[in-house]
């Protein structure tokens, strides 16, 4: 659903990444993400190999960015209003 910062925050980097991570994991269903990531590091090498696989695992890179900046810079906290 949503995540809002607490109105006493100290590090918004900190909690944008602590933010962005809840929800992944969530949307995940608190159980694939282990079986995904046991997947990524016994196929490392086959990704390190293909091309294709730096292109996806760049978009999901920035992906992340892109959240990331968005919780550190939105104030839903302070603001009330979406």
């Given amino acids: 659903m949503a995540i809002y910062a607490p109105p006493n ?5 900190i909690w944008g990444l602590r933010a962005v991570g809840t929800e ?9 993400g282990i079986p995904l990531l ?3 590091w016994c196929f490392r090498k086959a990704l390190l190999a293909s091309p294709g696989a ?11 960015l892109v959240l990331w900046r968005l919780a550190m ?10």
């Fill in 54 to 64: 730096w292109v996806l695992a760049t978009l999901c890179l920035l992906q992340v």
């Fill in 9 to 13: 925050l100290r590090d918004r980097k």
């Fill in 38 to 40: 046991l997947g990524v």
């Fill in 24 to 32: 992944v994991f969530q949307a995940y269903g608190y159980i694939l």
């Fill in 73 to 82: 810079v939105m104030d839903m906290s302070r603001s009330g209003t979406f």
